[in-house]
């Protein structure tokens, strides 16, 4: 392609709204009595045109993800607020939130948050057995 063409398609091509996360990847590090972690996703439209997010997918149904408004203005910060409810689980837990936009070509991100919830009580050993008539030795 010569340098004119190139620069004539480059001219021509529009920029459009394009997100800009802080800090796409988060892990926390859960207490046995918590009952929800929340991480929060900023962002900024860093294009030169209006956006608009039109999903938020999370990865089950013990995720939530909260946004205050769609549409964000070039330059607009914003923030996504997700919510995983631990119930009994234990272990690393990973989640995730598919974030959609109307940019052009279609836009999406992954957000991503670890979760490490550490079990409430561990007792050892975890099998006692007695029989009748054994003594207790000191």
Same mark, same amino acid.
């Given at each position: 392609? !010569? ?19 802080? !800090? ?20 900024? !439209?860093? =294009? ?12 089950? =149904? ?12 070039? =330059? ?63």
């Amino acid at each position: 392609m !010569n340098p004119i063409a190139f620069l004539l398609v480059a001219v021509a091509t529009p920029v459009f709204g394009q997100l800009k996360w802080e !800090n796409p990847e988060q892990t926390f590090t859960a207490k046995p009595l918590d009952k929800v972690i929340v991480a929060k996703f900023r962002f900024t !439209n860093v =294009g030169t045109t209006s956006l608009k997010i039109t999903d938020m997918q999370p990865s089950c =149904g013990c995720t939530t993800a909260f946004l205050e408004k769609k549409e964000y203005a070039s =330059g607009e910060s914003g923030e996504i607020e997700a919510r995983f409810k631990p119930g009994s689980r234990v272990g690393r837990q990973e989640k995730w939130i598919v974030v959609k936009t109307d940019w052009v070509p279609p836009q999406q991100t992954i957000l991503r948050f670890t979760v490490n919830i550490p079990e409430a009580i561990t007792i050892q050993p975890e099998l006692v057995m007695w029989r009748i008539g054994d003594q207790l030795k000191p």
